[in-house]
C-alpha cells in the first residue's frame, strides 16, 4: 500500500511539472515572439517641410482662429495657405538628447550601479535647405517687421531672431510611399553659413516643445 501511494505521489509531481513546464514554455513563446518582428527595409527618406507660425488667423465654418500653442491648424492637403511649403529640403537630422544619470549602491561593500535613471530628454531637428525664402531672410537678418513679404521693409537685429509655430513634416521613400509624418509645435532659429559663388544652403534648426497636440503617423 506504501509502496503504491508513493508511486501515485510520483506520478502525480511528474504531471504537475510537466504542466508547469507547458505553462512556463508557453509565457516564454510569447515573450520572445511578443516583440521581435520588425520590418526592416533599406530606404532613401525625402523629407517635406510645411510651418505654420504664431499668429496666422484661419477661418472655419465661419469661426475665426489664431495659431499658437493651444491651436493647431487642420491641414487638408497640399498646397495649402495655413501650411506653407519650407522649399527643398536637402537633408533633416533629427539628434534625440537623453541625460541619465546612475543609480548607484553598495554591495556589499563597493559601489555599483543598481540603476539608470533618465534626467531628461530633448529632439532637435536640423534642416539643410536647398533654396531661399522670406521666412529665412527674416530668421537670418533677426528682422524686425515679420513676416516679411517679398518687398517688405525690415530693421536688421530688429527682434530675437527665434519663430515660434508648428512644423509638418512628411517623409517619404524612394518609391514616393509616405513612411512617416508628424507635427510638432516649437522655436526655430535660421542661418546661412556661407553666401558666396556656390548655392546658399540655409538650415533651419527646430526645436520641438512638448504640446498634447503633437501628433505622428508612422506606416512601414
Known amino acids: 500500500m506504501k509502496m503504491k501511494i508513493q508511486r501515485k505521489m510520483a506520478a502525480l ?21 511578443a516583440n521581435t518582428t520588425f520590418t ?8 517635406q517641410l510645411f510651418f505654420c507660425r504664431d499668429g496666422t488667423t484661419y477661418t472655419v465654418s465661419e469661426t475665426t482662429y489664431t495659431s499658437g ?10 498646397p495649402d495657405a495655413n501650411w506653407p511649403q519650407l522649399g527643398i529640403i536637402e537633408a533633416a537630422e533629427l539628434k534625440s538628447k537623453i541625460e541619465e544619470a546612475d543609480v548607484m549602491g553598495p554591495n556589499p561593500g563597493a559601489y ?11 529632439l532637435d531637428i536640423d534642416f539643410t535647405l536647398s533654396q531661399m525664402n522670406e521666412l529665412v531672410w527674416e530668421g537670418v537678418l533677426q528682422a524686425s517687421g515679420g513676416p ?13 531672431g527665434q519663430i515660434r ?32 559663388m556656390d548655392q546658399v544652403k ?4 527646430f526645436n520641438p516643445f512638448f504640446n498634447a497636440l503633437n501628433t505622428g503617423v508612422l506606416s512601414l
Open 148 to 160: 516679411l513679404t517679398s518687398t517688405s521693409d525690415f530693421m536688421p537685429l530688429g527682434f530675437s
Open 112 to 122: 555599483v550601479r543598481m540603476d539608470r535613471l533618465v534626467k531628461s530628454s530633448i
Open 165 to 196: 509655430g508648428w512644423l509638418k513634416i512628411q517623409q517619404y521613400d524612394g518609391n514616393n510611399n509616405l513612411r512617416n509624418a508628424f507635427d510638432a509645435y516649437g522655436s526655430m532659429t535660421i542661418t546661412a553659413p556661407k553666401m558666396g
Open 13 to 33: 509531481s511528474l504531471l504537475t511539472l510537466s504542466i508547469v513546464g507547458l505553462f512556463v514554455a508557453g509565457l516564454r513563446e510569447q515573450f520572445c515572439t
Open 69 to 78: 500653442p493651444a491651436v493647431k491648424p487642420a491641414y487638408v492637403s497640399f
Open 40 to 47: 526592416n527595409l533599406s530606404q532613401v527618406i525625402g523629407n
Open 202 to 205: 540655409p538650415v533651419i534648426k
